[in-house]
């Protein structure tokens, strides 16, 4: 699958240490696993010119109380807190000055965040799209992607996820519903 550097941009989806590092409240093994492929990806449009975002969840530690029905914390147990180490991205993922770090405060990176008009100002159309969970933030951030007009193509092998259902569910539904998928191999910047 080949992309234009020049329009199309990698999201990084929540990489952050509470999902991805040992020590992490929601720790998965195969979001730590994901670490590898993710940078590989994040190198390779980097060095082709494509633009790089990074998602980071965060809450701050007062969201929820007087949430009528949407509340995290109740669903998932306080994690990613505003300010807290859980909150940073994992140390084997570089960001740079020239990166753009996306907070968002629910499963969407483009709900109540600059993310749309930030792609669109710079003419961005095609978003390859990593990270973790494949099922929650990967495949909302995805979905509303397309739904604003970008291209959101899934690499299915740079992925985290709680079980291998939830990553084969989110892919499938990605291709079926939305967007397209591909692999780590596949993705080719010219």
Known sequence: MRFDPSETAVVVVDMQNGFCHPDGSLYAPPSGEAIDPVARLVERGREAGSRIV????????????????????????????????????????????????????????????????????????????????????????????????????????ALGYIEADHREYAVDHADWLFGETTTLSDVAFE
């Open 54 to 157: 990074f998602t980071r969840d965060v809450h701050p530690p007062e969201q929820f109380e007087d949430a009528h029905y949407y509340d995290e914390f109740d669903r998932w147990g306080e994690h990613v807190t505003e300010g807290s180490w859980e909150a940073e991205i994992v140390d084997d993922l570089s960001v740079r000055a020239d990166d753009h770090v996306v907070e968002k405060h629910t499963y969407d990176a483009f709900h109540r965040t600059d993310l749309e008009g930030w792609l669109s100002a710079r003419g961005i159309r095609d978003l390859v799209i990593c990270g973790t969970l494949a099922n929650v933030c990967v495949l909302h951030t995805a979905g509303s992607a397309g739904l604003r007009d970008f291209k959101p193509v899934v690499v299915e092998d």
